[in-house]
Nanobody, 126 residues
Framework: QVQLAESGGGLVQAGGSLRLSCAVS????????FGWFRQAPGKQREFVAA????????IYGDSVKGRFTISRDNAKDTVYLQLNKLKPEDTAVYYC???????????????????WGQGTQVTVSS
């Protein structure tokens, strides 16, 4: 079982930046991939980005391409999400998630991820 703990959320003005961190602990296998999802009030959980732990391959949701960057530091067991050019519509709770086994470079669904963090709130003011 993998444990995940997000941090770095907060309140920022439109156009600003934040960096979210996800500390990973527990049973970590080389085939794991990590993802970020977000959920705004009254909306379904939305895929943001994912990265494969082995080769660092990444995939992004259409709404964040060119603005957000996911990365991982295997030595620190930490996954990052750099949020740039933030918009009010980016306001949501952001969740880190872990997927056991190989991840293909196609947009994943939340159901493919077996471990989740508690979430961190990101609020973007206009």
């Amino acid at each position: 079982q993998v444990q995940l703990a997000e941090s770095g959320g907060g309140l920022v003005q439109a156009g600003g930046s934040l960096r979210l961190s996800c500390a990973v602990s527990g049973s970590i296998f080389s085939g794991n991939a990590f993802g970020w999802f977000r959920q705004a009030p009254g909306k379904q959980r939305e895929f943001v980005a994912a990265v494969r732990r082995t080769d660092g391959a990444t995939i992004y949701g259409d709404s964040v391409k060119g603005r957000f960057t996911i990365s991982r530091d295997n030595a620190k067991d930490t996954v990052y999400l750099q949020l740039n050019k933030l918009k009010p519509e980016d306001t949501a709770v952001y969740y880190c998630a872990a997927k056991a086994g190989w991840m293909r470079m196609v947009v994943p669904t939340p159901g493919e991820f077996s471990s989740w963090g508690q979430g961190t709130q990101v609020t973007v003011s206009s």
